[in-house]
């Protein structure tokens, strides 16, 4: 059975920073891109980082220079290293799982999903 679980959300001040990770688990990510999406309220969900199966990875111009992404094949984890955080940052992040192939940043190619984590940014 294929699991996200995402982790290390929480509430944090503008300029702050914060670790999220995400623990699969039912398959290896050795050979899938790993992404972060996030989904402010009323807005779509938008892809902000991903890491391909070949270490590349790929950043939305708003993040970029900011947040980190990273992946431990041996732990089956990916990391989202986020710094310099704004209060436009605020969003649940959802950590999603594909074969390579498909753009990083389009829902659609994405089967597999985490519950999400709660990022908060007070100004």
């Known amino acids: 059975q294929v699991q996200l679980v995402e982790g290390g959300g929480g509430s944090v001040e503008a300029g702050g920073s914060l670790r999220l990770s995400c623990a699969a688990s039912g398959f290896t990510i050795e050979r899938t891109l790993m992404a972060w999406f996030r989904q402010a309220p009323g807005k779509e969900r938008e892809g902000v980082a991903g890491?391909?199966?070949?270490?590349?990875?790929y950043y939305a111009d708003r993040v970029k220079g900011r947040f980190t992404i990273s992946r431990d094949n041996a732990k089956n984890t990916v990391y989202l290293q986020m710094s310099s955080l704004k209060p436009e940052d605020s969003a649940v992040y959802y950590c999603?799982?594909?074969?390579?192939?498909?753009?990083?940043?389009?829902?659609?190619?994405?089967?597999?999903w985490g519950q999400g984590t709660q990022v908060t940014v007070s100004s």
């Open positions: 890491i391909s199966s070949a270490w590349y990875s």
């Open positions: 999603a799982a594909q074969r390579d192939g498909g753009r990083w940043d389009s829902v659609l190619n994405y089967p597999y």
